[in-house]
């Protein structure tokens, strides 16, 4: 069997402050050992249950973040800037015919009270973003993407907000392990590593040995807009090929699947976030 794990940092054990998730703040190794080892407890998991081959995709920030010295040795790491990746914390889910899918450390959408760093993708960008008119979060997002893709999600990790909003959208039968329940965005009622991996494990290796009653989120239809913070992002974003404009701060994104629309998404996303060059303001 073939796993696809896709792993980022707000919802990680232990983890409640932006010091821990930047690599230009103070505590940001102690965060990468955290998001390191809970994507490991996942792996164990999975490979107890039978998985040949994980591909592990790194999806928080700058897309650098686990360590690769330190990973389980049954997984294969995706990981390098996320400027190269046309799909975000998705990348390489068509590279083969992936078995299930399972979403380490995710975090709520933009909005959301009492979460740990609530935002969708691009925080400083998207205000809110929508499929088929209802917001989705990440978990949402790519879920459905991966769903269109032939992928069920059978399990994610993060807080206890984050958990709520995967099985609002993915069903109560998915396997969730919340590490944290949040008071804040950013301050989160923590349970310690030796509490959360082996539920983490254990959760994983469940999931995939019931990989039988797993349920895709396939939308009939993926109509997939955007509302940015700004006009300027707004403007940015909306000389990507494929993304129609809205108003002053909404776009459509256009394409014939989930997939690509999920290419052009991402493509839009970073320009929206690109300031010109000072010569140019």
């Known amino acids: 069997m073939n796993v696809f794990v896709s792993v980022d940092m707000e919802g990680i054990t232990g983890i409640v402050h932006r010091d821990m998730l930047g690599s230009d703040q103070r505590e940001y190794d102690r965060g990468r050992r955290l998001m390191t080892a809970d994507a490991n407890a996942a792996i164990e998991g999975l490979v107890q249950a039978g998985a040949d081959y994980v591909l592990v995709v790194d999806g928080h920030g700058p897309m650098r973040n686990l360590l690769f010295e330190d990973m389980h040795p049954k997984s294969h790491l995706l990981t390098g800037s996320g ?87 993915l069903g109560e039968q998915i396997e969730t392990v919340a590490v944290k329940e949040a008071v804040g965005t950013s301050a989160a009622i923590c349970r310690p590593p030796s509490a959360t991996l082996p539920e983490i494990t ?38 990507i090929a494929g993304i129609e404009r809205l108003g002053p701060t909404g776009i459509e994104v256009g394409g014939d699947s989930p997939w690509n629309k999920y290419q052009t998404l991402w493509a839009a996303l970073r320009a929206a976030l690109t300031e010109p060059a000072s010569w140019l303001a």
């Open 202 to 239: 254990a959760a994983a290796k469940r999931a995939l040995e019931n990989l039988d009653t797993a349920k895709f989120y396939q939308l009939p239809e993926f109509q997939l807009q955007v509302d940015f913070f700004t006009v300027p992002q707004c403007d940015r974003a909306s000389r």
């Open 83 to 169: 400027n190269a990746k046309d799909h975000c914390q998705i990348e390489a889910a068509d590279s083969r015919k992936f078995d299930a899918a399972v979403l380490v450390g995710y975090h709520a959408m933009a909005k959301t009270p009492r979460a740990i760093a609530p935002h969708t993708i691009a925080g400083a960008a998207v205000a809110e973003l929508r499929i088929n008119g209802k917001p989705h979060g990440e978990t949402g997002l790519n879920a459905a993407v991966l769903g269109s893709l032939g992928i069920p999600v059978i399990m994610v990790t993060g807080d206890t907000t984050t958990m709520a909003e995967a099985k609002a959208f």
